[in-house]
């Protein structure tokens, strides 16, 4: 199994920035991949980031592609979601997740965590 603990959440003005990190213990050897979600009530949770295990590959979806940037640590099992330029729109409960595959995962990948909710403010 894999545990995900995210970190960073808040309230920030519109224009504004956070970062988010997530954290993976357990048996981060099956990692493949992980991402980032959102989900706001009333919608389905979507993809917003994600990255190979080794770094190497990143995708985002459309909606944050040149505000957000994610990344992962060089020998630790921790990714982090640099967010810039936030927007109103941007609010949600944030959710780490990681996937075995080696390919980034923008469905339903294996492991996720609790959630940390952003909110930005106009």
């Known amino acids: 199994q894999v545990q995900l603990a995210e970190s960073g959440g808040g309230l920030v003005q519109a224009g504004g920035s956070l970062t988010l990190a997530c954290a993976a213990s357990?048996?981060?050897?099956?990692?493949?991949?992980m991402d980032w979600f959102r989900q706001t009530p009333g919608k389905e949770r979507e993809f917003v980031a994600g990255v190979t295990w080794s770094g190497g590959i990143t995708r985002y979806a459309d909606s944050v592609k040149g505000r957000f940037t994610i990344s992962k640590e060089n020998g630790k099992p921790t990714v982090s979601l640099q967010m810039n330029s936030l927007k109103p729109d941007d609010t949600a409960v944030y959710y780490c997740?990681?996937?075995?595959?080696?390919?980034?995962?923008?469905?339903?990948?294996?492991?996720w965590g609790r959630g940390t909710q952003v909110t930005v403010s106009s």
């Open positions: 997740a990681a996937d075995p595959s080696r390919t980034i995962v923008t469905a339903t990948p294996r492991y």
């Open positions: 357990g048996r981060t050897y099956s990692i493949g991949s």
